[in-house]
């Protein structure tokens, strides 16, 4: 899934750079895509927390093993 979403991004920003060189200034289109860009990298960081999370119950949810010696 977030392999998909820096896809996207990546895609965007090349769209974004595009933009840039034909019109050789800042224009709507741009603000359009980088919103677009904002919120895939809101997307990706949701994603990755998730898995965060996920990571972190399966470490805590090992059973802890104390060697008495």
């Known amino acids: 899934m977030t392999e998909d979403l820096y ?3 990546r895609s965007l920003e ?3 750079q ?3 060189e034909q019109s050789g200034k800042y224009t709507l ?3 359009e895509i980088d919103n ?3 919120g895939i990298i809101t ?3 949701a994603e990755e ?3 965060a999370d996920r990571e972190n119950a399966i470490v805590n949810a090992a059973p802890q093993i104390s060697v008495a010696t």
């Open 7 to 9: 896809k996207q991004k």
């Open 36 to 38: 677009k860009i904002k």
């Open 18 to 20: 595009l933009e840039y």
């Open 43 to 45: 997307e990706i960081k």
């Open 14 to 16: 090349l769209r974004w």
């Open 49 to 51: 927390r998730k898995i």
């Open 29 to 31: 289109n741009m603000v």
